[in-house]
């Protein structure tokens, strides 16, 4: 069992749509990371949540922590063919460890 | 300026051989990392190393050798390579082991043992 599940595995949407992307856990983190990978390309990090509840903005993207931070989402508001790629959450250990989840990849097409 | 940057991109070889893949990073920082993602796309860390020291050793073959000859480089060398190590690898770094999680990955490098 992975620690970070993510859902759906895969999302194809038309261009001005809404989309929503889960990673839920039954562990309790202190924080947790938003990637985006695009194809070709080592992923990057979009946002880190830290408080239960909080609500972080990014253009069009709203992340939210879970209140018992075990869960987050990922909201994208009038998707765009630039927001296709592979969306992963991870978290990460004070020792170094990064785990992620096993992503969501997104289409947008115009 | 690439912040982490990793050489070769892509990497065609026989099963059998040994290889090397290289990477630097320009972010003064102190740990850096191997990353291996498979074909379903799934990542999963391999080594950590920090000012130099291995830190992190996932349960990764023993073929396997990571290298750092100080904090900027990390290489990872390949012994007698199987098919099953077909894969994308991607080096990535951050502040310390405790900013793992706001790690800044290369591009990674698609190697494809035939």
């Known amino acids: 069992t992975q620690l970070l599940e993510q859902s759906p595995q895969f999302l194809s949407i038309q261009e001005g749509e809404n989309l929503t992307v889960y990673c839920n856990s039954s562990s309790v983190f202190s924080s947790l990371q938003w990637y985006r990978q695009e194809p070709g390309e080592g992923p990057v990090l979009l946002v880190t949540?830290?408080?239960?509840?909080e609500v972080k903005k990014l253009k069009r993207l709203t992340f939210q922590f879970g209140d018992a931070r075990k869960d987050s989402s990922l909201h994208i508001t009038a998707a765009q063919p630039g927001d296709t790629g592979l969306y992963l959450c991870?978290?990460?250990?004070?020792?170094?460890?990064?785990?992620f989840g096993a992503g969501t990849q997104v289409v947008v097409t115009p | 300026d690439t912040a982490v940057s990793q050489t070769p991109k892509y990497l065609v070889t026989q099963m059998g051989n040994d290889k090397s893949i290289k990477c630097e990073q320009n972010?003064?920082?102190?740990?850096m990392y191997w990353y291996k993602q498979d074909s379903k796309k799934f990542l999963k860390i391999m080594f950590s190393y920090n000012n130099k020291e291995l830190i992190i050793n996932e349960t990764v073959p023993n073929r396997f050798s990571p290298k750092s000859p100080d904090k900027a480089h990390l290489n990872l060398h390949i012994n007698s390579l199987e098919l099953g190590d077909s894969a994308v690898y991607f080096c990535?770094?951050?502040?310390?082991?405790?900013?793992?999680?706001?790690?800044?990955f290369g591009q990674g490098t698609r190697l494809t043992v035939v």
């Open positions: 991870a978290t990460g250990d004070s020792w170094g460890k990064l785990q």
């Open positions: 949540v830290v408080t239960g509840g």
């Open positions: 990535a770094s951050s502040l310390t082991p405790e900013f793992a999680g706001e790690a800044f």
């Open positions: 972010l003064g920082h102190d740990t």
